[in-house]
Each structure stands twice: as structure tokens, then as C-alpha cells.
């Protein structure tokens, strides 16, 4: 049983810095390496993903490029606190640095390219949730169809707003539901949806409706949105997993 020592714990690390550094390796020459440095976390990554040489068929990989929420720590802790939605899949990485199901990837909730203030605190867990890849992680490449219900999405004037996502995805849930069927197989309503990614009171109120943030940016929402980030730990914290979550942050020696 978690007392509040060990929730206030939890709720600590949920807000410490991530750096990650190095990639872990693959199959039986993979090294996870997690700890603490100070108030920031090092984290190794194993997501690497491969790619097919249209020419010739061969795999290949761009130069590696860290990504906090896609690192080993990260990982590890959304199979955690998504265990009731990635009942098929178990983990996100293969051992050959690859996506399990792309329905299913690490992403970043408030970024910093409209919120540069944020910059030393929002690669934390507790800016971090798990949405299909084309969701949270489009490119050039991704298909138009997916590219416009996206996080990113200019057909929707979403430029990555979490505000704005959600009312989109409130207002078109059935559209996700037919895209991202894995995905969504466990997640029936937009109800639901708020629930499994801990948002209640955070970026929605307890009606269930979106708090909106991003077309009134001044000085103070920096502020607004580290707040909001305190509160997803604070709810998390005091989730069903705060057991497991204390063991595997215990596991690494972070609170130390």
C-alpha cells in the first residue's frame, strides 16, 4: 500500500526533467540505462525506427535523434498506466528498436515551440501520454487522411495545441474510432478518453468540457500549463498505478 510519503514521491518524479542520451542497442546487446543526475532523469532509448529502401528493399535508419517521450523511461511508463488499453500489445518497442502497433506511441502533450518559457520543464512524464503515431507523430510522409485529424493538424488550425486537439477530438470521436481501431477498442467515449490520460481537471472540467487556452497566449501561460502539467502528476499520483509506478521509479534508484 502506497502511503502519502510514497504518492508525494511519485508525484516528484513525474516532474523531473528527462534527458535522454544515448540509444540502448537491440535484442540480447540491449542496455537500458535509467537514473538520476541531479533533479533531471538519464534515459536510454530503444526506439529506433527501420525503414525499407524502396529501391532495394534493404533496411535502413536515419541518423538517431533522441526523444524524451519516447525514451526507455518513458516507456516503461506508459505500459504502466495504459495497461488497460494496451492489452493486445503489452509494450510499445520490439526489440528491433520498431513500434509494436503504430497505433500506439509516446507523444508530447504541451510542446514549446509556441511556449519557449517551458523549455527546461516540459520533457517530464507527466507531459507525456500515449495516442496512435500519426496522431502526435505526423511527417511529411504521413497520409493525408491521418495528417488531417492530426496534433499538428493545418486543415484544422490545431498547430499542436492540446486545447484544440481535444476539441476536435471530442467533436469527431467516432472519426478516431474508425481510423485507430486498436487504439480505441478499449476507449468508448470521449468520457472514457479524458479518464485514461488523466485530463479531468487539467485540460477539461469536471463537465467534460475543454478548457481552452491557446487563443489567448500572453505572459502568464507558461505558468498556466506548468500548473496543469502539477495537476496530471497530482491526479496520477493518486491513480490505481501509484504502486507500480513507485516500484518501477524505485527500481532505477530515483528517489534517492
Given at each position: 500500500m ?8 511519485v508525484y ?9 542520451e ?6 540480447n546487446?540491449?542496455k ?5 543526475e ?5 534515459t ?14 534493404e ?48 507523444d ?13 520543464s ?20 504521413t497520409?493525408?487522411?491521418y ?58 472540467d469536471e ?5 481552452k487556452?491557446?487563443n ?13 502539467m ?9 491513480s490505481k ?11 532505477y534508484g530515483?528517489?534517492?
Amino acid at each position: 500500500m502506497v502511503d502519502d510519503a510514497k504518492r508525494k514521491q511519485v508525484y516528484e518524479v513525474l516532474l523531473m526533467p528527462i534527458k535522454c542520451e544515448n540509444h540502448s542497442g537491440f535484442r540480447n546487446d540491449r542496455k537500458v540505462v535509467i537514473r538520476k543526475e541531479g533533479n533531471c532523469i538519464k534515459t536510454t532509448e530503444t526506439y529506433w525506427r527501420p525503414y525499407k529502401d524502396r529501391e532495394t528493399g534493404e533496411s535502413f535508419r536515419y541518423p538517431f535523434i533522441p526523444d524524451c517521450d519516447m525514451s526507455d523511461f518513458a516507456c516503461g511508463y506508459y505500459e504502466i498506466i495504459y495497461k488497460d488499453i494496451l492489452k493486445d500489445v503489452q509494450k510499445l518497442v520490439d526489440d528491433d528498436g520498431d513500434l509494436v502497433n503504430r497505433e500506439f506511441a509516446g507523444d508530447t502533450m504541451t510542446s514549446v515551440s509556441k511556449l519557449p518559457q517551458l523549455r527546461n520543464s516540459y520533457h517530464c512524464l507527466a507531459n507525456f501520454w500515449m495516442v496512435p503515431e500519426f496522431i502526435g507523430r505526423t511527417s511529411k510522409y504521413t497520409p493525408n487522411k491521418y495528417q488531417k485529424w492530426s496534433k499538428t493538424s493545418s486543415v484544422y488550425n490545431i498547430q499542436d495545441f492540446m486545447d484544440r486537439f481535444l476539441v476536435l477530438i471530442n467533436e469527431n470521436f467516432e472519426v478516431y474510432k474508425s481510423l485507430y481501431p486498436s487504439y480505441f477498442k478499449n476507449i468508448d467515449t470521449f468520457k472514457h478518453f479524458v479518464e485514461i490520460h488523466y485530463l479531468g481537471g487539467v485540460y477539461v472540467d469536471e463537465d467534460y468540457n475543454v478548457i481552452k487556452f491557446s487563443n489567448n497566449i500572453d505572459m502568464s501561460t507558461p505558468n498556466i500549463l506548468l500548473k496543469v502539467m502539477k495537476n496530471r502528476a497530482e491526479k496520477i499520483s493518486k491513480s490505481k498505478y501509484v504502486d507500480k509506478l513507485w516500484d518501477y521509479f524505485n527500481e532505477y534508484g530515483l528517489f534517492k
